[in-house]
């Protein structure tokens, strides 16, 4: 049983396309994220969302918004991508707010963008 | 000054030893000490948290916090090859709004 899921696992797609993440989690938790994981590696937090409401709103480009149609799914809507959003984002999800709990990632989404 | 840093590596130590992972962070209000470990192409998973100044062990594990010299280390006791993997170290303060990873360092455990 698959605890937070991702889909697609790989995305490759040209410049300028709109492409969406979806992610799903079956533990209860009331609390979601979306993480970008760049070529160096570093890891960094984008969005949080808890019983729906966002919670945490990095500055990241407003061509990415996050929809939570409820309290175990966070989608990631990225419009008109760039070559800079290549990278892997993984989702996460943990029953309290970031840091209090521990988060379970999903197995990430390679994004490709030509 | 970047918020968390780590030593990028690789640290590598033979199997058996004592692999120790270094993290320093420069916002004094930060208040939860996190490791993760990642494994090549895999999602980052904890192993252990730690609040309070001074050390707490999890099995082979121990973490180490100094607030006041702002560093949180990481022990890993008989270092296994299964062990080599990147190590995140993660911040957080304000109550959930500044929730920061470092690059991560790379451990190699030599058989």
């Known amino acids: 049983d698959t605890a937070v899921s991702q889909t697609p696992k790989y995305l490759v797609t040209q410049m300028g396309n709109d492409k969406s993440i979806k992610c799903e989690q079956n533990l209860g938790h009331d609390t979601m994220y979306w993480y970008k994981q760049d070529s160096k590696k570093f890891l960094k937090i984008m969005f949080s969302?808890?019983?729906?409401?966002?919670?945490i709103n990095e500055t990241v480009p407003n061509r990415f918004s996050p929809k939570s149609p409820d309290k175990a799914h966070l989608n990631l809507h990225i419009n008109s991508l760039e070559l800079g959003d290549s990278a892997v984002y993984f989702c996460a999800s943990s029953q309290g707010y970031v840091g209090t709990d521990t988060q379970y990632f999903g197995p990430g989404t390679r994004l490709t963008v030509l | 000054q970047k918020e968390v840093e780590q030593n990028s590596g690789p640290l590598s130590v033979p199997e058996g030893a004592i692999a120790s992972l270094n993290c320093t962070y420069s916002?004094?209000?930060?208040?939860?000490f996190f490791w993760y470990r990642q494994y090549s192409g895999k999602s980052p998973e904890l192993i252990m948290f730690?609040?309070?100044?001074g050390d707490k062990e999890d099995g082979r594990f121990t973490a180490q916090l100094n607030k006041a010299s702002q560093y949180v280390s990481l022990l890993i006791r008989d270092s296994q090859p299964s062990d080599s993997a990147t190590y995140l170290c993660?911040?957080?303060?304000?109550?959930?709004?500044?929730?920061?990873f470092g690059p991560g360092t790379r451990l190699s455990v030599l058989p």
């Open positions: 730690i609040y309070s100044n």
């Open positions: 969302y808890n019983n729906k409401e966002l919670i």
């Open positions: 993660a911040v957080i303060n304000n109550y959930g709004q500044n929730f920061v």
């Open positions: 916002d004094r209000g930060s208040q939860s």
